[in-house]
């Protein structure tokens, strides 16, 4: 073990970083030192993924972290690798909370998606470290498990109502218990289920999205569900951001009979002030958060009561550290969790999640995806649902690695996300939420 006393070799790393020399704040029990971090962008199943690599000064020891902002990969490349790690090269990796609270104060103007992926990939990786020199699953750390599994929803969509319900009961068929359903409609800018082409033909803009043929196929497609598939089957629907609060409330009354288990994103952040009248009103729990990007923001959403699940994309609040103690308050006011993970979280970012649910009390529901054979040969260790459920690993650390080499045959491709998002317009023309 190295003498407290000896200086660091913080000096010579920050000269090679253009910083000025610096000592850590404290001395530390032994010798080891982060000696370098960077971002790793890789797209195996299209979707851009940043995954941050924490390398210390002990050979062979490194932590992973997910920072993955999809739409603004390149932004939090930038982040990590000219601002962020520059910060954390020649500090000793388990001072997690003071190297998070660092970054997250350096930058003055704080909070933000970028910055706070960039903060993730960094804080994620420091937590995998602190399990690998352990020996322990990072679950572990966290006061070990509260549940044997976590339990997970799937997405089921179609073109038609039929199509959506033939997925549907494949989903329940394979073990799923709770399920989202989306079905498609008129014109291109439906959300989670494909649309249909021309379908305003008269209005100025043919491949429109309304918001009234929305609330009345959404009634139509759960009348069906309930129909089809019986009273056991948890059904969710996601609104993705689009309605007004009297209409969110609106689509939570039509729905009652169908007995939801969650309406998730009924409105857009603009408007998240006015969620504890919406589920004031809203006989279906609401589900709100992925688009949070700090955690006062988070704060507020559980403590105004504006929320029944809090819906946190984890690395775009800063990663496990205030993620935890976002779940603590959750835990203590009545929310419980239902993490956002999507195909554009990474395998990671899925570790982490499920870290914390399976040490939570406030848990809830965890989304689920199932990744395909490409990002199973980046990420060896990818978490696989098993009859609904999802385990974490019991390796130490995250359980999950990621090959460099592999990573490299599927590089990213900008602005898939922005196409997307420009078609979205009401049958007049004017811009919706994506």
């Known amino acids: 073990m190295t003498d407290p006393s000896t200086p660091s070799p913080i000096g010579p790393l920050a000269a090679s970083y253009g910083l000025p020399e610096a ?7 032994d010798g080891l030192r982060v000696t370098g971090v960077r971002a790793v962008v890789t797209a195996p199943e299209g979707i851009p993924l940043v995954v941050v690599r924490v390398d210390t000064s002990d050979d062979g020891l490194y932590g992973l972290g997910c920072a993955t902002f999809t739409q603004r990969y390149a ?24 190297i998070t609270r660092l970054v997250h104060y350096s930058s003055y103007w704080r909070g933000g998606p970028v910055l706070n992926n960039a903060l993730s990939g960094v804080d994620q990786a420091l937590w995998d470290i602190a399990g690998k020199r352990a020996g322990m699953p990072v679950h572990e750390l966290l006061g070990g498990r509260s549940r044997a599994g976590v339990e997970v929803y799937s997405h089921a969509a179609g073109a038609d109502v039929g199509q959506t319900l033939e997925q549907a009961e494949a989903l329940v068929a394979a073990g799923y218990r709770h399920v989202r359903l989306q079905v498609g409609g008129p014109g291109l800018g439906t959300y989670g289920a494909p649309g249909t082409p021309g379908g305003y033909p008269r209005s100025p803009h043919p ?6 043929q929305y609330l009345t196929a959404t009634a139509a497609l759960f009348a069906a569900a309930r129909a089809r598939l019986g009273p056991e089957v948890s059904l969710m629907h996601d609104v993705h951001s689009r309605l007004t609060p009297k209409q969110a409330v609106v689509l939570a009354r039509a729905l009652e009979p169908y007995r939801l288990s969650f309406l998730e994103d009924v409105v857009a952040p603009e408007h998240y002030d006015r969620l504890p009248e919406v589920r004031a009103a809203s006989p279906v729990p609401i589900a709100v958060g992925e688009q949070i990007g700090s955690v006062p923001e988070a704060v507020r959403l559980i403590r105004d009561g504006g929320i029944d699940l809090l819906r946190l994309h984890t690395s775009a609040v800063g990663g496990l550290t205030p993620t935890r103690k976002l779940v603590a308050l959750a835990e203590l006011t009545g929310v419980r969790t239902a993490f956002h993970s999507p195909g554009d979280i990474s395998p990671v970012g899925v570790a982490a999640n499920l870290a914390v649910d399976i040490s939570t009390p406030a848990f809830g529901y965890q989304e689920s995806h199932e990744y395909n054979d490409a990002t199973h040969e980046v990420f060896s260790g990818t978490p696989v649902v098993r009859d609904g459920y999802l385990y974490p690993s019991e390796l130490p650390g995250w359980g999950v690695d990621l ?21 979205v317009r009401r049958p007049d023309g004017g811009l919706e939420a994506p």
């Open 403 to 423: 090959d460099e080499k592999a990573a490299r045959r599927f590089p990213p491709v900008k602005h898939l996300h922005e196409r997307w998002a420009a078609r």
């Open 207 to 212: 491949d429109g999205w309304s918001v009234d």
């Open 23 to 29: 000592l850590p704040p404290w001395p530390s029990r």
């Open 75 to 98: 932004a939090v490349v930038a982040a990590v690798e000219e601002h962020v790690g520059p910060l954390v090269v020649g500090r000793h990796p388990a001072d997690i909370e003071d």
